[in-house]
């Protein structure tokens, strides 16, 4: 099995994340199960129905997270420098109409675009990892090729 790379803030939240499923919410769904079998005829007792779906999402979010978190590969970018574009990196690029953008790289599981967090397996990051200030990335996306000019990349 690969190794998943990870910043420290994300293994916490996935671990936080964890913890919330295991300690609050499969208990939950337990006492909610067990409630509407209280109700009579399961067959079409919806209660109990909805809550053994929330049970089995539980259950397999439960199961994906403690795999990820133990292949995970905790990489801290405060320990990372460099002047090329690797994991970790919080890098501002410019596509070919001036907007620019900053993304920090991050593993599969914490990406959150809206929030800055760029998913390493991404076309804009495969494009950029070994890049240097002032490289160029050409991302073919949905609404044609896009041109991105790297020109920034800090370790943070």
Known sequence: MDKVPMTPTGHETLTKEL??????????????ISEAREHGDLSENAEYHAAKEQQSFIEG???????????SNVIDPLKLSG???????????EDED???KTYQLVGDYESDIAGGK???AAPLARGLIGKS??????????KGEIEYELTKIEFK
Do not use: Y
Not at 83 to 93: L, P, Y
Not at 133 to 142: A, E, K, L, Q
């Open 61 to 71: 979010r439960i199961e994906e997270l403690e795999s990820v978190l133990s292949r």
């Open 19 to 32: 913890h919330d499923l295991k300690h609050r919410q499969r208990p939950d769904v337990i006492q909610a």
């Open 83 to 93: 002047d090329t574009v690797k994991f970790g990196a919080t890098i501002t690029v």
């Open 118 to 120: 760029l998913a390493l």
């Open 98 to 100: 001036g907007n620019a």
């Open 133 to 142: 200030v002032g490289d160029t990335t050409i991302v073919r996306t949905p």
